[in-house]
């Protein structure tokens, strides 16, 4: 389902308080309840928030991974990575699916 | 009939509830204690509040582009904003008139009849109406789900919501508000270093502010394309929910309208 | 460019499934047969279906007035129908493109990224394209809670479609497809003795046919009046799908219209 | 919450076996989990979906109950019971509140 369920992924480290736990303490279990490609659980995993947001994920859905520094996500960590994105000036509007 | 009393704008940042509480002299405080006072002075009887969810309340699965909240009580935020929970009100009979009215005027709209509602709409309730003794009704305008709708469509929007408050019957006091940013990026690409947020286009925030003391919401809604929306950062599209307000309150000025550096403002229009 | 090679409408009566299983000789069985047949003489990439919700795959705690699904599948039905259960591929890059271009056109449509489906697009599936090769592309139409769109915005929203169909730039053969009654009332007070649901406007239903046969849309979009589908039934909103079909197909006579004592119809478009 | 409430009761009945099997055997104690007023639930017990329905209930939703005669409605009673609403022809369409 990429892009969406990474999305998906972050909008319920939100939400859900288990399923954050589980992120924390295991990330590669909490990741097989989401409908993530191959390609995204390895970002995802690195923490590769830069490659994800190209992919067409949200950024602010991504940053929520901040708040409780998941996936060695610090926001010290968060900034460097998601500044060094490419090709990001001003973009537009589609839907973003995984043919983005 | 009913009639519009009142038009406001102000952010949601969650932040801004706590931060006041520690500052209470913080100038934010002060511009929506402003608010406050103008709120009161129309003797208000609805606050409908042109406002967005932030991926809490709706999700991917089935993203409104507008929605209208008409059940009797809504509550929040749903998004673990420090600060406090409110049960609040909502005008319902309202606003089943306002979603019927603007399905027949060729709106399609999403009817919300169970929600909570995430700091987008808790923030302004803290600070405008605590007390809980004001109803809103939440008009949820899509500022985050790609592609958002057009400028023109939410000041079209905006004008159907105004035109079926004046056509409601019962002699209400309808205030009405917009919340949220004109140039702000979260957790994307346009973030300084080291932070999380930051405000990528302050020179569009300036330009809307004159264009909004100028009275030239035309050119507002022209000059708030798609891309230039996106250059204001990925909360940048924020701004159409002040632009269906001024759809709703009409061609006016506004009384007070203050940028603040962090890429929004406050606004109060009144006329009586 | 893609472009529509062929309009198809069709009733999804949940109980459709195990009536023709158990008697093969239907009449219905054949309609659906036939309406198989022109699916695949069309050699047709995507099905785009028409078809509305039963408050399953949606509830009133959100309810889109018109939404599109865009997703890599959907699977139904997920309402308890007696009927195999299929995983169905969607056509997600047609749907996103057509999301898209609807919004910029201004249609307020719902984004749905995940979802699954009830009868009224399971039973078409069911009947047409069982064996899991053909992509559809759901546009779900509010046809069930009040108020419901307008027949001219459905029609509007019909013909936006079918541009962004022939605007799409890879070169798809796409067939599009209503489902729905004309006239039926399912639960509400002018059921006949005894059953759960009936056809309270067996006249409607031959003047709809009537105004299709003679290509007089235009007509059948005026008469179709929030009204007279509210005296065709509970459901007699569900003529919406097929006015946003023949929105997107354009103005052509179908090649066969089948009206059914049930309160419905198959019908086929064909121009090629 | 009204209306609304007997709607959500309708559809959680289809939905949910448990709430459903609770509705069998202790319909009032399901009710509690719903937004019903005291009259809902009155009407609710009765059978009433005349009632109901002429405060705006949603009849299709309603004649879900008849697929497990909850509530003792079989098809025939409901259809009985039904066809006595009162001012039914031709309704139209506001939103179906509390306040209809
Ligand atoms: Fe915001
Ligand atoms: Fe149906």
């Known amino acids: 389902m990429s892009v969406y369920g990474v999305n998906k992924f972050c909008r319920t480290a939100l939400h859900d308080r288990d399923v954050r736990a589980q992120i924390k303490s295991d990330p590669a279990a909490a990741m097989e309840k989401f409908p993530l490609t191959a390609e995204e659980k390895e970002l995802l995993l690195a923490g590769d928030v830069a490659a994800l947001w190209e992919r067409g994920a949200s950024g602010f859905l991504l940053s929520y991974l901040t708040r409780w520094d998941l996936l060695g996500l610090t926001v010290e960590v968060y900034s460097e990575r998601m500044r060094g994105a490419r090709d990001w000036r001003f973009p537009q509007g589609g839907v973003a699916t995984s043919g983005r | ?272």
Chains 1, 4 share one sequence.
């Open chain 2, 1 to 272: 009939m009913a009639r519009i009393v009142l038009g406001l704008g102000a952010p949601h940042s969650p932040n801004l509830p706590s931060v006041v509480a520690n500052n209470p002299g913080f100038v934010e405080a002060g511009l929506y204690a402003e608010l406050k006072n103008a709120l009161e002075a129309a003797r208000a009887d609805a606050l409908v509040i042109f406002s967005n969810d932030h991926f809490n309340t709706f999700f991917l699965n089935n993203f409104p582009m507008f929605a209208i909240g008409a059940a009797p009580a809504t509550a929040g935020p749903n998004d673990g904003t420090p600060m406090p929970r409110y049960e609040i009100p909502v005008a319902e009979e309202l606003a089943s008139h306002i979603y019927s009215t603007g399905v027949s005027s060729g709106f399609d709209l999403a009817l919300c009849q169970e929600f909570d509602v995430d700091h987008a709409f808790a923030v302004p309730v803290h600070f405008l109406c605590a007390h809980g003794k004001l109803p809103i009704l939440p008009v949820f305008v899509n500022c985050f789900a790609s592609p958002l709708p057009l400028a023109s469509r939410a000041h079209a929007l905006g004008r159907a919501i105004g035109s079926a408050i004046r056509a409601h019957e019962p002699d209400l006091r309808v205030a009405v508000m917009a919340s949220g940013s004109f140039s702000l990026e979260i957790g994307g690409p346009a973030i300084p270093p080291g932070e999380r947020s930051g405000v990528p286009d302050r020179a569009w925030v300036a330009r809307v502010v004159e264009l909004m003391r100028a009275r030239r919401v035309d050119d507002l809604v022209t000059e708030a394309t798609p891309s230039q929306m996106a250059r204001a950062g990925n909360a940048g599209g924020e701004l159409l929910n002040w632009i269906a307000m001024l759809g709703a309150i009409g061609d006016r000025a506004p009384a007070m309208l203050a940028a603040r550096p962090h890429g929004h403002a406050f606004g109060v229009w009144r006329w009586e």
